[in-house]
Antibody, heavy 115, light 107 residues
Framework: QLVESGGGLVQPGGSLRLSCAAS????????MNWVRQVPGKGLEWVSY????????YYADSVRGRFTISRDNAKNSLYLQMTSLRAEDTAVYYC??????????WGQGTLVTVSS | DIQMTQSPSSLSASVGDRVTITCRASQGIRNDLVWYQQKPGKVPKRLIYAASNLQSGVPSRFSGSGSGTEFTLTISSLQPEDFATYYC?????????FGGGTKVEIK
């Protein structure tokens, strides 16, 4: 199970930290991702982190503003978001790489960037 | 980056119709593709993995085919609960990329 938290309303230029608590599987064995979805729109991959945090990728749209991290001892994934823009408004999903392909999803947390 | 072009973006169909949705990859991705179904306010649900493998618990009217750059999701006989938006996702390489989605509506 993946449970996101930390979403909410933030002003443009502000910061927010999302968390994802993992349970029911060995978190440290899985690569993790963040994916977002603007309400009523399509899905957009945001960021990836490998099991040991040695490999990290970002979408061009967030590189330099967002930072992904994980704490395997706490079974947690994080997304630090800074310099937020209106176009970052979306539901943010924590997602685990599945051994058979694709992603397994959390329930999502809504981030709204607005003044 | 690998681009995934999904078509059509929407379609109207009747219960019992056969529906086909296509995703084309900008470069070969072997069979590293999944299909998701998403209903409003819900998390995407995996239907097909590795291009053609049916997820456990998913009705057999759903099927996937293709390899390389062209992939198809077929619903053999559309049911009322199938009205939703469908997405493909390539996981051959990062960045992961999704198709733009196909909204299946009631005719």
């Amino acid at each position: 199970q993946l449970v996101e938290s930390g979403g909410g309303l933030v002003q443009p230029g502000g910061s927010l930290r999302l968390s994802c608590a993992a349970s029911g599987f060995t978190f440290s064995n899985y690569n993790m991702n963040w994916v977002r979805q603007v309400p009523g729109k399509g899905l957009e991959w945001v960021s990836y982190i490998s099991t040991s945090s040695s490999t990290i990728y970002y979408a061009d749209s967030v590189r330099g503003r967002f930072t992904i991290s994980r704490d395997n001892a706490k079974n947690s994934l994080y997304l630090q978001m800074t310099s937020l823009r209106a176009e970052d408004t979306a539901v943010y999903y924590c997602a685990r790489e599945r051994n058979s392909g694709g992603l397994g999803w959390g329930q999502g947390t809504l981030v709204t960037v607005s003044s | 980056d690998i681009q995934m072009t999904q078509s059509p973006s929407s379609l109207s169909a009747s219960v019992g119709d056969r529906v086909t949705i296509t995703c084309r990859a900008s470069q070969g991705i072997r069979n590293d593709l999944v299909w998701y179904q998403q209903k409003p306010g819900k998390v995407p649900k995996r239907l097909i993995y590795a291009a053609s493998n049916l997820q456990s618990g998913v009705p057999s009217r759903f099927s996937g085919s293709g390899s390389g750059t062209e992939f198809t999701l077929t619903i053999s006989s559309l049911q009322p609960e199938d009205f939703a938006t469908y997405y493909c996702l390539q996981y051959n390489n990062y960045p992961l990329t999704f198709g733009g989605g196909t909204k299946v509506e009631i005719k």
